[in-house]
């Protein structure tokens, strides 16, 4: 069965919350306060990848496949709610970063470094904790040549941040995770 967890704003208890009784106005099963419109029926805001303009989706509509308000392009909704990293290639880079419909985090990492491996479970909390309103990418240097070399990307970690399909930000050094998710707020 298809069910949501909803957690209490007014008294922190998570709620199991059936999808199809999510129209029915469902009450905290603890304090019984109602729960909010926006938390039953969360809505993602989605760029389009061919005129960039940005189109508020509701989550429950996201498989039925969203068309652009502006340019009826269909809406990129591949990853949007993953929360997990996507991986970043040469190969896919164009799609999955610069015609991301959303804010990109692109997390920069190579074997060699041993300060990304421990930055590597940080990264993947984030892409947990911001699903769908960001998507969080890892690029192993490596493997991918032609970016490291396109961005200059001289040393690791280093996290870039992508948006409507330019770069914004390059942030080098391990990064806090405060700090990240300060300088994302600026693109959500
Ligand atoms: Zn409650
Ligand atoms: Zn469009």
Same mark, same amino acid.
């Given at each position: 069965m298809n069910t949501s967890i909803i957690v209490c704003p007014h !008294? /922190?208890?998570?709620?199991?919350?059936?999808?199809e009784k999510k129209d029915q106005h469902p009450k905290c099963g603890r304090c019984h306060q109602p729960l909010p419109e926006e938390l039953l029926n969360?809505?993602?805001?989605? $760029?389009?990848?061919?005129?960039?303009a940005k189109n508020r989706?509701?989550?429950?509509?996201?498989?039925?496949?969203?068309? !652009?308000g502006r340019c009826k392009a269909s809406?990129?909704?591949?990853?949007?709610?993953? /929360? $997990?990293?996507?991986?970043?290639s040469d190969g896919n880079f164009a799609q999955t970063v610069l015609q991301s419909p959303q804010p990109v985090?692109?997390?920069?990492?190579?074997?060699?470094?041993?300060?990304?491996s421990g930055i590597n479970s940080t990264v993947d909390q984030l892409a947990q904790e911001t699903k769908g309103?960001? $998507?969080?990418g890892k690029l192993n240097?490596?493997?991918n040549p032609e970016l490291a070399n396109?961005?200059?990307?001289?040393?690791?970690?280093? %996290? %870039?941040? %992508?948006d409507a399909g330019q770069l914004k930000e390059h942030l080098p050094g391990a990064v806090p995770k405060y700090d990240l998710m300060m300088k994302m707020a600026t693109y959500i």
């Open positions: !008294c /922190g208890t998570k709620n199991r919350i059936l999808l969360p809505v993602l805001t989605l $760029r389009c990848s061919q005129c960039r989706v509701p989550l429950a509509k996201l498989a039925d496949q969203p068309k !652009c809406l990129p909704t591949e990853h949007v709610t993953d /929360g $997990r990293p996507v991986l970043v985090l692109l997390y920069a990492w190579a074997s060699w470094c041993s300060v990304c309103k960001l $998507r969080v240097i490596e493997a396109r961005y200059n990307i001289l040393s690791v970690p280093a %996290f %870039f941040i %992508f």
